[in-house]
Structures are given as structure tokens and as C-alpha cells.
């Protein structure tokens, strides 16, 4: 290997896995086709869609805080920063959704790769999706169109679906129509369900068009019931035993046209929102999967969520500055995906560390802040035939290095800082607009502490 490629895996072992992973996934040839193979209108003259990525990347990662800051410290580039963001706000939606579905698709045979691969997350026989729907945060008023409303610009919304055993974000539908309700792209996601699939969702998803289109694709549903749905009961309620979260009963009922369980969850504490109990429909057999273990995995609904919360917080799925539409819903795809290279980290580490300890003790913001801090450094410093060596390793191969990297490195690097509860602070309300002086607060404060004299 390159010393100072060595160099860099002694010193940031996660960067390094990183930028190797993207020079695998990301490659120029392989992102060309993909953009030639979905684009519809849109065409290449001399900025290069694997070049685009190449760019956007660095503001996924947090390495320039926008396109302008990334266009200034990208060598090479062939065209004027104003060409760069044409193509980003022309960039067609389904050009995003090939570049989520193909890099997942990539990155799952490296997982399967490693000498630990993911335990299965559904019954035995069924792959777990979970789905769910993720609105953009508003941009900045830059568009003329926008400057004279005061209200929030919303860029679009869109749809995420991920793998329960993997953990990555395998497929996106987006929408460029900030307004879209989830359930009228009901026919966009069930193109995308395929035969022994349990498709995990909220009540958002509860319509008869989602539910009997699973179903005649030979797939089942774990979707909470929403209250505008009708059930009609085919048997009596019986109890089907507790969980930690509360009492457990279940009923076949129909709704619509599609028979189905429902579960219901009497809660012990309400939840948030008031709500006693969770009802969920299913229509996988009894003799698969009982409703205790249904109801152990419809809590797994969370990890999406934390997913968005991980995009937002240590990735830059929103960029303020990106008002057009296709330009943030592909910003958000990218972020995506770097979201996916970053589960493929955590894998390595969990084969060479331990999976309980990965589970337990990995701090995601100190992986994400390591891959921005050493990103652009690496990119100097270390020769492009390195990585190309890398990335040209068979998949077995490069699995084996990232396990052998994540083996070798200093885990208390990464792990959390625990804290104890805060303690509830009794705060003193103040009318709106009210302000105080830190420093005469502190002066105070220190005034009162100071010892007596005489």
C-alpha cells in the first residue's frame, strides 16, 4: 500500500474506509451509464455527471458547506460555476432515484462480503422495508418567484425505503411537489415490491391502494391502521399475550376488499399523542409470524426515522441555498447514499469490533466529523492511483481490507461520551422579545458566590 495512504489509516482509519468506498461505488464510468441510461431530456457536453457527483459529494459529507465552496476548491472543472448549478436545477428526478438504487445495490455485496454479514431483521423467509416519507426543509428565498412571500420555500418531499437487514436506504421516490401526499404515489412504490417482502409503514401508508397491492404482489404489510380506514370484523377478538409496551389481542378483519390480522396494542403508557393503543393490519400468516414478534418488529419502525435525523444532523440532505427543486431532491439522494457508505463503515466495524459494541457504544457524529475533517486532505495527498487500486480489488477482497482496517483501529476514538440526565431547570417565563446580558448574568452570578470580607 502507498505510505501515506498508510499513513492515513493509522491516522483516520474511518476517512479512509470512506473515500475508498466512494471510489468504489462512485466510479466515473459506472455513474456515466447511469446517468445516460435514466436521463430523458437532458444531455452531456462538457460537464460530466460523475463529475457533478464528484462535486456534490464533498457537501454531503460537510467538506464545503455549499456548491459554490465546493465548485472553488474542485480542480479541473471544465465549466463555469453557473453551468455547474443549470445542470444541478435541470437534473431529472429519476436520475436521483437510479443513483440511490444502484449504489445500494453495490454496497449491499459488500456487506455480504464481510466475515459477519447482518443478521436477518423479519420472520424467517421475508425481507423487511421499511417505508416512509421525508418532506425537504425550506430553502432560502433566492428565486425571484420566491422573494416577495414570506413564507417557507419548500423544495419537494420524498419517499425512502429501507432494508431491515442491511440498514441501508435502498430506494427513493421523489417528487419535486412539495404538496404531494404520500399515498397518492401509491402506484410509484408498488413498483418497487417484490414477491416474500414485509413492507413496514405508518398510518400514512393505511389505504386499501397500498394494502391490496402488496398483497396481489405476493408480499405482505405491517402498516398501522389509520382511523379513516373501515374494518369490518370476520372473527371475534382474542388475547394474544403482553409485550413491554402493553397488552396484546388480535382479530381477522377486512378492510376494503383485503383480508388481514389486526393486532392491537393496549398501551401501558399513552403514547405522545395521547393514543392508549396501536392497531396494526398484516396479512402475514399466523404459522410465519405471531403477533408478539409482528408487533416486536413494527417497533423497528424507528431506525428510518433515526436515519432522516442522521441525514439531517451529520450529513447535508438539505442545502439551504438549492431553491429549484430537482437540484435538492438530487442533493438529498446523494446524501443518501453517503448515509448508505457510512452504514457499509459501521458493518466493518461490527465485524472487526464486535457487533454489540458497534450497537451500543459507535458515535455516528465522530465518524461523520472524522470523513469531513480529512476528506479534502486525503484527496491532495494521496495519489488517485491508490484508489483505484482500491476500488479494482474483487468484492471478497476489498470486504476482508475494510474488515482488517476496522479490526486494527483505535476504538475509543469513536465511541460516545455518556452523559448523565439533565436535571429539570425551573425556568423563569419572560414576555416575547425580552433579552438579557450574558455577562452581567455571569457578573452576578460570580458577585454572589464571592466570600464575605471583614
Keep these: 500500500m502507498d505510505d501515506i495512504l498508510q499513513r492515513f489509516v493509522q ?35 462538457e460537464l460530466t455527471f460523475s463529475t457533478l457527483v464528484r462535486l456534490m459529494v464533498q457537501v454531503a459529507f460537510g467538506t464545503h458547506d455549499s456548491v459554490h465552496a465546493a465548485y472553488r476548491h474542485t480542480p479541473d472543472l471544465p465549466v463555469s460555476v453557473q453551468a455547474v448549478y443549470d445542470k444541478l436545477d435541470r437534473l431529472e428526478t429519476g436520475i436521483s432515484e437510479g443513483l440511490v438504487h444502484d449504489s445500494a445495490t453495490a454496497m449491499g455485496t459488500i456487506l455480504d462480503a464481510l466475515p459477519f454479514p447482518p443478521p436477518a431483521g423479519a420472520p424467517a ?48 421516490v421523489a417528487c419535486a411537489d412539495a404538496y404531494t401526499n404520500e399515498r ?106 405471531g403477533a408478539k414478534r409482528l408487533a416486536e418488529v413494527y417497533r423497528t419502525r424507528w431506525q428510518i426515522e433515526t436515519a432522516f435525523q442522521e441525514l439531517t444532523v451529520y450529513l447535508r440532505c438539505e442545502v439551504s441555498t438549492l431553491g429549484y427543486p430537482k437540484a435538492a431532491l ?33 458515535s455516528t457524529y465522530h465518524l461523520a466529523t472524522e470523513v469531513a475533517v480529512y476528506g479534502e486532505g486525503m484527496a491532495v495527498a494521496v495519489p488517485a492511483g491508490a484508489w483505484q487500486e482500491l476500488a479494482a480489488l474483487p468484492t471478497a477482497a476489498f470486504a476482508r481490507w475494510l474488515h482488517e482496517v476496522a479490526r486494527g483501529l483505535d476504538w475509543k476514538r469513536y465511541r460516545k461520551n455518556p452523559r448523565k440526565p439533565k436535571k429539570p431547570a425551573a425556568v423563569q417565563r419572560t414576555s416575547r422579545g425580552a433579552h438579557r446580558s450574558t455577562a452581567r448574568v455571569l457578573q452576578e452570578k460570580s458577585h454572589r458566590k464571592a466570600p464575605s470580607k471583614g
Design 184 to 289: 397518492s404515489l401509491a402506484a410509484r412504490v408498488l413498483a418497487l415490491v417484490g414477491p416474500d417482502e414485509l413492507w413496514l409503514a405508518d398510518r400514512n401508508f393505511c389505504t386499501e391502494d397500498y394494502l391490496g397491492g402488496i398483497a396481489q404482489r405476493r408480499a405482505f404489510f405491517l402498516v398501522r391502521h389509520h382511523a379513516g380506514t373501515h374494518l369490518e370484523a370476520l372473527a371475534p377478538e382474542r388475547p394474544a399475550g403482553t409485550n413491554p409496551s402493553g397488552d396484546l389481542s388480535e382479530q381477522k378483519v377486512r378492510a376494503g376488499e383485503v383480508r388481514c390480522r389486526c393486532i392491537t396494542v393496549r398501551l401501558h403508557r399513552p403514547l405522545r399523542d395521547g393514543s392508549t393503543e396501536v392497531r396494526l393490519l398484516t396479512n402475514v400468516p399466523a404459522n410465519k409470524a
Design 11 to 45: 491516522n483516520a482509519p474511518i476517512a479512509v474506509m470512506a473515500r475508498a468506498g466512494l471510489a468504489r461505488v462512485f466510479a466515473a464510468p459506472a455513474l456515466n451509464e447511469l446517468f445516460e441510461r435514466h436521463a430523458q431530456a437532458q444531455y452531456t457536453r
Design 330 to 362: 438530487f442533493a438529498f439522494a446523494l446524501a443518501v447514499t453517503a448515509y448508505d457508505l457510512l452504514v457499509v463503515v459501521k458493518a466493518a466495524l461490527a465485524s472487526g469490533q464486535g457487533r454489540a459494541r458497534v450497537e451500543q457504544e459507535l
Design 125 to 172: 423467509g421475508l425481507r423487511l422495508r421499511t417505508l416512509d416519507g421525508n418532506y425537504l426543509a425550506g430553502t432560502d428565498h433566492r428565486l425571484a418567484a420566491l422573494r416577495g412571500c414570506g413564507a417557507a420555500a419548500l423544495p419537494g418531499m420524498a419517499l425512502v425505503v429501507r432494508d431491515g437487514r442491511t440498514g441501508l436506504l435502498t430506494d427513493l
